[in-house]
């Protein structure tokens, strides 16, 4: 992290995975059956979940951080500080490259996310990310 971002949140972990393993009983999963479940708290405190929404046509399938950012913006918006994703054992799972790009798009400055090496920042698991800073006005 760098010295210009703020310190990372105060997070609780367990809530936030426990939040994560409900939402992921919500998954529809028939095709892969890997069902996923993803929660992040915001910067005003709030609690806000996701989960897999699989298509026949898998290539529409829907990750659980994309449902998550479908939340976050039907609730009222704000901005991600701290992430979590578990899979149906409660495994903590790293989000993929396009989930990444998506969970930078709407982060709050100094996010975290706990993955499977431990709670890494935002720009330690897309260094050099590209984002609305990069954008002619």
């Known amino acids: 992290m760098s010295s210009s971002e703020p310190p990372a949140p105060e997070v609780d972990w367990e809530t936030l995975t426990a939040a994560a393993t409900e ?3 919500a998954a529809y999963a028939p095709y892969s059956r890997f069902p996923v479940g993803a929660a992040a708290l ?4 709030r609690i806000v979940t996701g989960c897999n ?3 026949a046509s898998y290539g529409l ?3 659980a951080e994309c449902t998550l950012v479908g939340q976050l913006r039907l609730g009222g918006g704000g901005r991600i500080a701290a992430f979590a994703c578990v899979d149906a054992a409660g495994g903590v799972l790293m989000p993929c490259g396009r989930c990444r ?3 930078y798009e ?3 400055p ?4 706990l993955t499977v090496s431990g709670v890494r920042t935002m720009d330690e698991v897309l260094p050099d990310a590209f984002g609305p800073q990069n954008l002619q006005n």
């Open 53 to 55: 929404v699989e298509n």
């Open 42 to 45: 915001t910067d005003d405190g």
């Open 23 to 25: 939402a992921m009983r």
């Open 110 to 113: 100094g996010m975290v996310l």
């Open 61 to 63: 399938t829907l990750c």
């Open 101 to 103: 790009q998506l969970l």
């Open 106 to 108: 709407f982060r709050a």
